[in-house]
């Protein structure tokens, strides 16, 4: 089946011919759906803090700050077209009919963050601000503002007395309310698209300058892309792969779960983990702040006792049944019922084996018909139940009882998560070994005309953290305000 260029190409990329063949068995036989056992609620696997308990975490944190290095990791991945179909569809239109959406963003021109540098470029072209047509597409391709072929990191999304910020400056200040390190160095890591690596880098060597000057920090921002080896294959509606003109195999990037590599490779202790369209003006950014500090209190503190557990059973002081107690009251995980039957010594091992994982705590806010995963409790392979976020496309909705429990779910995942990578000795977690790797979908899209199956990676924070420790805690929804169109900036929240 493979030709030696074949081979050549799968050895550039750094995918094994394995792979591929795994790849090419889900195009056939579908991913195994997840076995949700009951959503997680407060109370029920989901932490509500009450006002004392958050500020109480803050002050650990706070207090705990010098004793880990804090870093900042930010998918900022791809171009913003989506942002703007309502608009797109209206300027290839020929009769010029506004839907609701259009004709919203015409009439509040005047408060979005761009308007400015819209003007300055209609005027400097001669173009009226009354010909829509010509308006839309200055918004949207070159020559205008180039809206439509820009990454959300580069656009305007808030307007200051100073001047309007992107999405990635205002990164840059969030971080600095909790990510800040105690010798004042602030860590955040990018990862991006390589067309648009260059402007990244540029915008944040200016940036980073008057924003280190002003708050006093020293930024260290790098960036990164998804790597070739995570791209998979495409395939026809016969899943036999398809060829590009030149012979060699067509290859798609493996979705936002692809980053797990590109989260591996970076350095620290503790990486909050945040979408680059998820910000607010410096108004609302203190309810932000407060939480990322309570949810990685939470973490720390847990981590460490975690830590207590792991050397006091590893040094023979510990009682199997105290972690076990721990595993189960504190990190939401239900061992097999078959433990009960074990002998003391596999006992240990089995939950040495469970608390020696990564950590992550993720922010649930409450459901209010915003898109996202939700958080669940999940029965494993081995019978155990944990905590996981769990996407609709993983459950089995032809199942009325899945169906069922799906459809209790309160809370939905804003990608809010503090992570722990680090184990007991100080050693970076190889996260690859804690992902779900028959966790995925598949997705019919089309090139050049031609439809074709897709594979995408376990999700990021779905399967690709499937197998860490997990627990969750529900936020204010005011620490929830993605731009996912371009109405989006017209909400109070980014005024």
Not at 48 to 68: C, K, N, P
Not at 85 to 113: C, H
Not at 218 to 232: E, N, R, W
């Amino acid at each position: 089946m493979f030709t030696k260029e074949d081979l050549k190409q799968l050895s550039d990329k750094g995918i094994s011919i394995q792979e591929i063949e795994k790849q090419l068995t889900y195009f056939k036989n579908g991913f195994p759906y997840l076995k949700i056992d009951r959503a997680a609620t407060v109370g029920d696997g989901m932490y509500r803090l009450s006002e004392s308990e958050t500020q109480g975490l803050e002050s650990f944190f706070d207090a705990r700050l010098s004793h880990y290095k804090l870093s900042k990791f930010v998918p900022a991945s791809g171009a913003a077209t989506r942002m703007f179909k309502d608009l797109y569809e209206y300027v290839q239109s020929s009769d010029r009919q506004e839907n609701t959406s259009v004709a919203e963003i015409f009439s509040g021109l005047d408060k979005f963050a761009f308007y400015e540098d819209l003007k300055r470029i209609m005027a400097l072209q001669h173009i009226s601000i009354a010909d829509k047509k010509k308006l839309a597409e200055t918004i949207l391709l070159s020559g205008g503002l180039n809206y439509g072929s820009l990454p959300k990191g580069m656009l305007l999304f808030h307007r200051y007395a100073e001047g309007a910020r992107t999405a990635l400056e205002e990164h840059l200040v969030e971080g600095i309310g909790y990510a800040r390190n105690a010798d004042g160095s602030v860590y955040i890591h990018f990862t991006v698209s390589p067309e648009h690596q260059p402007v990244f880098e540029s915008l944040s060597h200016t940036k980073a300058k008057i924003y280190a000057k002003k708050y006093g920090v020293a930024f260290h921002i790098d960036f990164s892309q998804q790597k070739p080896s995570t791209d998979t294959i495409a395939v026809d509606e016969d899943n036999r792969p398809i060829r590009n003109s030149d012979g060699s195999f067509l290859f798609r990037p493996g979705g936002h779960g692809a980053l797990l590599e590109n989260l591996n490779d970076l350095k620290g202790d503790i990486i909050f983990i945040k979408n680059i369209d998820n910000v607010v003006p410096d108004r609302l950014k203190p309810t932000t702040i407060h939480y990322k500090k309570v949810l990685a209190g939470l973490l720390i503190r847990l981590q460490e006792e975690l830590f207590k557990h792991i050397r006091a059973l590893r040094s023979g002081q510990g009682s199997v049944q105290d972690a076990l107690a721990f595993l189960s009251e504190k990190l939401a995980f239900q061992c097999p019922e078959a433990i009960r039957s074990w002998g003391i010594e596999t006992q240990k091992q089995y939950v040495l084996s469970v608390l020696n994982r990564p950590i992550r705590v993720c922010g649930m806010v409450k459901n209010e018909g915003e898109p996202g995963g939700g958080p669940f409790w999940v029965r494993n392979a081995d019978g155990s139940i944990a905590l996981q976020i769990a996407e609709s496309s993983q459950i089995n909705m032809g199942d009325q009882q899945q169906k069922t429990i799906a459809a209790h779910a309160t809370h939905f995942n804003p990608v809010d998560l503090i992570c722990g990578v680090k184990d007991c000795d100080g050693n970076d977690f190889d996260l690859l070994k804690y992902r779900d790797p028959d966790t995925g979908f598949i997705s019919v899209k089309s090139k050049d005309g031609v439809s074709l199956k897709a594979q995408e990676l376990p999700g990021l924070w779905n399967g690709a953290m499937a197998n860490w420790n997990t627990l969750f805690v529900e936020v204010p929804i005011d620490t929830f305000n993605p731009v996912k169109t371009i109405n989006d900036w017209l909400r109070p929240q980014h005024q």
